[in-house]
């Protein structure tokens, strides 16, 4: 049953996920990868991720995907179109994909490790357990996340407002 | 039938790191160059949970919400700059903005 579920995400997650790279229209670029979040999110709730699943499901598909569906809007984007191709460009993609293909060649080949889900107890399925690494451990990183989420408002305020401000000037 | 092993979803990782980094280089868009960027923070996120879930260990869980956090905020801010480059250029594809050469 594992098993069937864990095809069934990682082909969803692959799959849209090169839809997202070849497709010409942003917006069904933009779906595919909400449909690749998906998958992301079904593959940890396999991996007894829950409160990460939805989490994932709520900043990214709530607010990432919709950002992006707005901007894609907003913008009008016209497809790119194609690169052209380059001796010396062709030369360095052939040997980094030479490269990406042995490096997972080595994932698979490696041997498999003996530890089987069930052996190990499912830390990330509790509640609890998070807000006390939150909130001990990790007190210093989430106060500076929470300075940097503040710094980012900021900044975006900052540059949404200034050339209108310019504009006004002249 | 098996169930998956740490080999599998660390596979599924890499290659979804892959395909966005293969975006990232393809694509002469900014916002879907932009996409690919968040394609990759994804699959990190996916290696984190399951080297977090196989070795019984909540490190790797708690990484993925500074992730996620970080992720936010670069999408805000990167998105804003996209849009103030489209009011300054009329353009946001990448063989356009060539401002700094010559």
């Given at each position: 049953m594992g098993s069937l579920l864990f095809n069934f995400f990682a082909l969803l997650t692959v799959i849209c996920a090169v839809g997202v790279v070849v497709n010409k229209n942003a917006v069904n670029a933009a779906m595919c990868f909400l449909l690749s979040l998906v998958g992301v999110a079904g593959l940890f709730v396999l991996l007894d991720a829950y409160l990460l699943a939805f989490v994932l499901l709520l900043v990214y598909a709530g607010a990432v995907v919709a950002l992006f569906l707005f901007i894609i809007m907003l913008l009008d984007v016209q497809s790119g179109?194609?690169?052209?191709l380059r001796g010396i460009t062709a030369g360095a993609a052939a040997i980094s994909a030479a490269v990406l293909a042995l490096g997972v060649?080595?994932?698979?080949r490696a041997p498999q490790t003996e530890t089987a889900l069930a052996e190990v107890e499912p830390v990330g399925a509790s509640l609890k357990l998070y807000a006390y690494q939150l909130f001990t451990t990790y007190?210093?990183?989430?106060?500076?996340?929470?300075?940097?989420?503040?710094?980012?408002?900021?900044?975006?305020?900052?540059?949404?407002k200034k050339i209108e401000a310019r504009e006004d000037v002249k | 039938m098996i169930e998956p092993t740490l080999n599998n979803y660390v596979l599924i990782s890499a290659v979804l790191f892959a395909i966005g980094f293969f975006g990232v280089l393809l694509r002469r868009n900014t916002l879907m160059i932009f996409m690919g960027l968040e394609l990759m923070l994804v699959a990190s996120t996916l290696g984190l949970v399951a080297f977090s879930r196989f070795n019984g260990v909540p490190d790797g869980n708690v990484f993925v919400f500074f992730i996620l956090t970080v992720a936010?905020?670069?999408?805000a801010v990167g998105l804003a700059i996209i849009v103030a480059l489209f009011r300054k250029r009329g353009?946001?594809?990448v063989d356009e903005l060539n401002a700094l050469k010559n």
């Open positions: 179109g194609k690169a052209k060649l080595t994932i698979v007190l210093l990183p989430v106060q500076i996340m929470g300075f940097l989420l503040l710094i980012a408002m900021l900044g975006v305020i900052v540059i949404s | 936010a905020a670069e999408v353009t946001v594809q």
